[in-house]
């Protein structure tokens, strides 16, 4: 997974994702979620709940509380 360099800029610049893949690299790098949850719940044969989760953490991370909002992801190949 690629580094990510964080710098004060003087130009602003604001976009709707620009946590998440900050998110994303927190998740997989300092923490053992993968391991955890697959302790506590175990997997169904259709949807692994990893998947569940770390989708229902992006959309945390984009300021989306509710689930459903997890379908105008679903072509988005960044999320």
């Known amino acids: 997974m690629k ?3 964080l ?3 003087d ?3 604001y976009t ?3 946590g998440l893949a900050l998110i994303g690299l927190g998740v997989n790098r ?3 979620l993968n391991s955890k949850i ?16 770390r989708s229902y953490l992006g959309l945390l991370a984009l300021g989306k509380s509710d689930y459903e909002a997890v379908t105008d992801m679903r072509n988005d ?3």
């Open 30 to 32: 300092h923490t053992s």
């Open 38 to 53: 697959k302790r506590a719940i175990p997997d169904t044969k259709d949807i692994a709940n990893t998947d569940v989760i």
């Open 77 to 79: 190949k960044y999320f």
């Open 7 to 9: 710098e004060k800029s």
């Open 16 to 18: 709707s994702h620009s």
């Open 11 to 13: 130009d602003e610049f």
């Open 3 to 5: 580094r990510f360099i």
